[in-house]
């Protein structure tokens, strides 16, 4: 149970759109927390009551910015739409996803949340575009596709249309 005053959601807001905007700008390793809290207008003693460490900030700020990203208003979105935008989000924040994926290596912590906010939730839209598939067949083809995307991402390579008709065209064989 949470003791002490609850989260005012325009500082929690404040502080992620910060973190955000910050990282964008100056890239992770040269983020502080401190700049985070000056540029968001609030104490570091908030940011330290509420995120474990600049990692899990950082994470919060991008999932934040994924769960408001738009999204196809289709009943099952095709395959190849949902990998198109997968890789559009990723390569918008490749630098970030790189410095958190490169973190979470050695903060068990931020591994879990990293899993769990950003890998799992991917994983889940590439499945829900996989239900004609047996289980294990669906299976195979998200983690052919994450690998592929994550693999791309951490080498900085393009993660483009010509990528996406290379995927896809990996994963029909499957």
């Known amino acids: 149970m949470r003791t002490g005053r609850p989260r005012d959601e325009k500082v929690r807001l404040a502080i992620l759109?910060?973190?955000?905007?910050?990282?964008?700008?100056?890239?992770?390793?040269a983020v502080t927390t401190a700049?985070?809290?000056?540029?968001?207008?609030?104490?570091?003693?908030?940011?330290?009551?509420?995120w474990p460490g600049k990692g899990a900030l950082v994470l919060d700020a991008f999932?934040?910015?994924?769960?408001?990203?738009?999204?196809?208003?289709r009943r099952?979105?095709?395959?190849?739409?949902?990998?198109?935008?997968?890789?559009?989000?990723?390569a918008e924040a490749a630098p970030v996803l790189r410095a958190l994926m490169a973190e979470a290596q050695f903060d068990?912590?931020?591994h879990r949340?990293?899993?769990?906010?950003?890998?799992?939730?991917?994983?889940d839209e590439l499945r829900a575009?996989?239900?004609?598939?047996?289980?294990?067949?669906?299976?195979l083809v998200v983690n052919v596709l994450s690998g592929l995307v994550w693999q791309r991402l951490m080498l900085n390579e393009p993660l483009d249309a010509r990528f996406v008709r290379?995927?896809?065209?990996?994963?029909?064989?499957i």
Do not use: H
Not at 17 to 29: D, H, I, N, P, S
Not at 63 to 73: D, F, G, I, L, T
Not at 76 to 90: D, I, N, Q, W, Y
């Open 129 to 139: 575009c996989l239900a004609d598939r047996r289980p294990a067949d669906r299976e």
């Open 17 to 29: 759109t910060a973190a955000q905007e910050l990282v964008l700008e100056k890239g992770y390793a």
């Open 35 to 50: 700049d985070v809290a000056e540029r968001a207008g609030a104490g570091k003693q908030t940011i330290y009551r509420w």
């Open 76 to 90: 099952k979105p095709s395959l190849s739409s949902t990998l198109v935008e997968f890789c559009r989000g990723a």
């Open 166 to 173: 290379f995927a896809l065209r990996v994963v029909q064989r």
């Open 108 to 110: 068990e912590d931020l």
């Open 63 to 73: 999932s934040e910015w994924v769960s408001q990203a738009p999204r196809m208003n």
């Open 113 to 123: 949340r990293l899993i769990a906010q950003l890998v799992r939730p991917r994983g």
